[in-house]
């Protein structure tokens, strides 16, 4: 594995990331950012926030494992929910936990998120992107 996750003395422990991730791989892969959209290209979990968190992170999980990656090899990720609000977080962990449940991993490298005003598409409410490391 060329990812360590480490949470260094000084700065709060996050139950759903770490602080900072060392690199050690050779190749570097940047996903472009994932949204809620099925193989054939339809919205899944249209105004669901929880149902497309959650097909986020199976697309990014499909996308990595397309690079012979998984989320172990992942240094970063960054998210941008639309209108995003505190009162949300809720709903973005349950898609998480439910994506964590299908991977059989609960993606936790350092993280980003961001509210942001619209998406590509109106029907979309989030989007994930990752930086991986692999040998």
């Not at 054939?40 to 990595?64: M, S």
Request: aromatic residues 6%; glycine residues 8%; negative net charge.
């Amino acid at each position: 594995m060329a990812i360590n996750l480490v949470n260094p003395t000084g700065l709060p422990e996050i139950d759903v990331y770490h602080q900072v991730a060392v690199a050690t791989g050779s190749k570097l892969v940047f996903l472009a950012g994932q949204v809620a959209w099925d193989a054939d290209g339809a919205t899944v979990g249209e105004g669901d926030l929880a149902a497309q968190v959650e097909q986020c992170y199976l697309n990014v999980a499909t996308a990595l494992a397309g690079v012979g990656a998984t989320f172990e090899d992942v240094a970063k990720l960054t998210v941008y929910v639309v209108d995003w609000t505190p009162d949300k977080m809720p709903l973005f962990l349950e898609g998480v936990a439910r994506a964590s449940a299908k991977l059989g991993v609960t993606p936790v490298p350092p993280g980003t998120l961001l509210g942001v005003a619209a998406l590509d598409v109106p029907e979309h409410l989030v989007e994930l992107e990752a930086t991986a490391v692999i040998d």
